[in-house]
Structures are given as C-alpha cells and as structure tokens.
C-alpha cells in the first residue's frame, strides 16, 4: 500500500493509489470550497468528494444543495449519498433522494449509505435495501454503490447484493483481502483527516481499482 504520513493531511495515506478524496455533510459545518481544491501535499491533490444529499423519508441535509453547486465549481468529480433507515419505507426514502438529487454526466452514480440496522431482521434490511437500489436505479439509469463498513458487508451485503459496486469503511486494515476485488471500487481508510477550508477532521477515501475504471461507477 506504501501507506506515508502527509503531514498537512494530518493522516497516512495508502500512496499505492492515485485518485484520492473526501466526504462531507452538514457536520462539517461552511466549507471553503476554492481552499479544499487548491490543498496540494506531497503530491496529493484530493480529486473527489462525497457530499450527504439525504436522510430516511424526509430528512436532507442543510448544507447539500451549497456543497453540491460549489463542489462542480471546484473541479471536483462529486457524488451524492443518502443515509438508510431500515424502519423507514424503502420507496420513500429512494424518492427523497431522487427529489433532491439531480445528477450530471461525470457524477458518481447514486450511494446507499448503510450504517445502522435498527433492530430489523437480515430479510428485511436486505430486501429493503434492495428495493430503495432498484428504485434509484430505475430513475437514474446508473446502478448505485453500496457504502457499509466491514461487519455489515459481511452479515447483510455479501452473497445477497453482490451486483452492486461497493465503497467500504475499514479502518483496521492494512489491506483489503476481505473483500471482492472485482466489486471493491472505493475504500475509506481514515475518519481523522485534515483539509484546508473544512473545520474538524474529514473522511478520507482512496479510489482502488485500476484508474481507467473511474468511469463504470460515474454516469
């Protein structure tokens, strides 16, 4: 991985990779948008953000809508994801992303965040999931990407939503043996990152396949 400590990132970077980036909600408060674009360290230059557009049936998150516009503005390929309740109905959530989010040639396709499980059975969190992907991607023509960490991938995502192109949460790792090599398109390494323009720490993410392959999770 060639992991090395940029110091203005605050965070080890896995340098085996080229094409590295953030994401960000309204926990990072007014971000400075021209500042995160022009943050360049040790050769790095972050090329991608992640921005929260969406959460449940009704929820949005405040500051999607600036972070969106400026985001394009800053050169920046963007992506928009929705955080999933799994007591919330699937369709509703799926349209209240597809209400707020509307996507461009050159986005990242639509995400699922899926970090909680409420308390719900493994059926039903995996055909809700399913049901609020085939929605999104339905209305987008793009399938979307699953982000979960490494203990639901395991129990809910692997062997049930394979087809799906996955961004995984691991922190522990050094390596990404656990995971499929042909689905693994986006790994977030680090939740203590540093950026010029945005208070607070930052998640840090890295884009692992072959980087002519960008272009099979975009629209």
């Given amino acids: 991985m060639d992991w090395r400590f940029v110091r203005a990132f605050g965070i080890r970077l896995p340098m085996r990779y080229g094409i590295h980036g953030i994401d960000v909600s309204r926990h990072n408060d007014r971000i ?3 500042r995160v674009r022009q943050m360049e360290a040790d050769g790095v230059r972050l090329q991608f ?8 049936a009704t929820m949005t998150d405040k500051h999607f809508d600036k972070n969106w516009t400026e985001a394009k503005k800053s050169n920046l390929r963007r992506g928009a994801y929705h955080f999933y309740h799994p007591t919330r109905d699937p369709v509703k959530q799926a349209n209240n992303f597809i209400r707020h989010v509307e996507l461009s040639t050159g986005d990242f396709a639509p995400v699922v965040d899926f970090e909680v499980t409420n308390g719900q059975s493994e059926e039903a969190i995996v055909a809700g999931l399913r049901l609020w992907l085939a929605t999104v991607e339905e209305h987008y023509r793009a399938r979307p990407i699953i982000y979960t960490n490494g203990s639901l991938y395991k129990r809910y995502i692997k062997g049930n939503l394979d087809e799906y192109p996955l961004w995984i949460a691991d922190y522990s790792t050094k390596h990404l043996r656990a995971y499929d090599p042909d689905r693994l398109y986006l790994w977030q390494h680090n ?5 010029q323009g945005i208070r607070g720490q930052v998640d840090f993410n890295v884009f692992v396949m072959d980087e002519n392959r960008l272009q099979e999770i975009c629209l």
């Fill in 32 to 34: 400075n948008w021209k």
């Fill in 49 to 56: 953000v992640f921005v929260k557009a969406t959460e449940g």
């Fill in 191 to 195: 939740q203590n990152g540093w950026v």
